[in-house]
């Protein structure tokens, strides 16, 4: 049997080539992406992601550790799907629009496909709070809740590779804004009033909404801040009749556009 130290050797030796061939690994991935842009391919490739993970286990079939080699392809793609993200998009993306445009459930599914972190500033709020966002209207009034919205998006507006989800109000403030566009950039998502009555229908979560849950006054709310909307926009995005998939895949498509 081998004295300790000469297998401690060879497990350096091991760990040396691994470090090695990952970085090389990472490079060659880096190199794609930069072609893929040059030639105005398209870059994100979740088939491709598949394929890969296919052929190591083809190649692979003989190895003893079938589910571990699965285990460490998975994070390696998760890490290159990182890396191509923050190379791709070097700042946060801020999810804006009315109540029930979709942001939260499009901010998880744009985390999922970018790697990036998905933030929801009402959910921050209520957690700092201890109390839900109808209850802080309710005890301390809207002017409360908007300066720990405008606080939050302040402490929030230094970071990078996250996805912002805003509350419908946060275009309300042009600080907010001027916060969010320091290393954002700020998607506006759009639903027809009809959409968003059907959505929100049943929901008792919007205090703004509270008594006055019907098509006209979400119309009306809408219209008064239809501007705001638009001015605070660096991309718009309409949502209706769209998969969640989708709308991803656009805003992805038309952030690559911008650069
Ligand atoms: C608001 C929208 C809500 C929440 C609060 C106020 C608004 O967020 O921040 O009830 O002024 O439009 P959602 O847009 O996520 O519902």
């Known amino acids: 049997m081998k004295d300790l130290e000469t297998l401690r050797q060879e497990i350096d030796a091991c760990d040396e080539m691994i470090v090695k061939n990952f970085e ?15 030639k ?3 870059v994100f490739h979740p088939e491709r992601e598949q394929q890969v993970m296919e052929k190591v286990l083809t190649n692979f079939s003989h190895t003893n550790l079938p589910e571990e080699i699965e285990q460490l392809y998975t994070e390696i ?8 993200s923050k190379r791709l998009f070097p700042y946060s993306i801020a999810l804006v629009g009315f109540m029930g445009t979709g942001k939260t459930t499009i901010a998880r599914d744009l985390a999922e496909k970018l790697e990036m972190t998905s933030v929801d500033i009402d959910t921050l709020i209520q957690e700092k709070m201890g109390m839900t966002i109808g209850e802080i209207f309710e005890n301390y009034g809207e002017a409360h809740f908007r ?5 939050m998006v302040e402490e929030l507006s230094v970071e990078r590779n996250m996805i912002l989800s805003c509350g419908g109000g946060v275009i309300l403030s042009p600080y907010n804004v001027m916060n969010l566009k320091k290393n954002s950039r700020t998607v506006l998502l759009r639903a027809l009033p009809e959409t968003i009555f059907h959505r929100l229908q049943g929901d008792s979560s919007r205090p703004l909404l509270k008594g006055k849950m019907h098509l006209e006054h979400i119309e009306a709310l809408l219209e008064k801040r239809r501007v705001l909307y638009d001015e605070a926009a660096d991309l718009t995005i309409d949502t209706d009749g769209k998969s969640i998939d989708e709308i991803s895949k656009e805003i992805i498509k038309k952030l690559l556009q911008e650069n």
């Open 24 to 38: 090389r690994r990472m490079e060659l991935v880096m190199e794609v992406l930069a072609y893929k842009r040059e």
């Open 40 to 42: 105005g391919l398209p």
């Open 77 to 84: 793609m998760r890490i290159s799907r990182k890396m191509q």
């Open 147 to 151: 300066k720990m919205e405008s606080d």
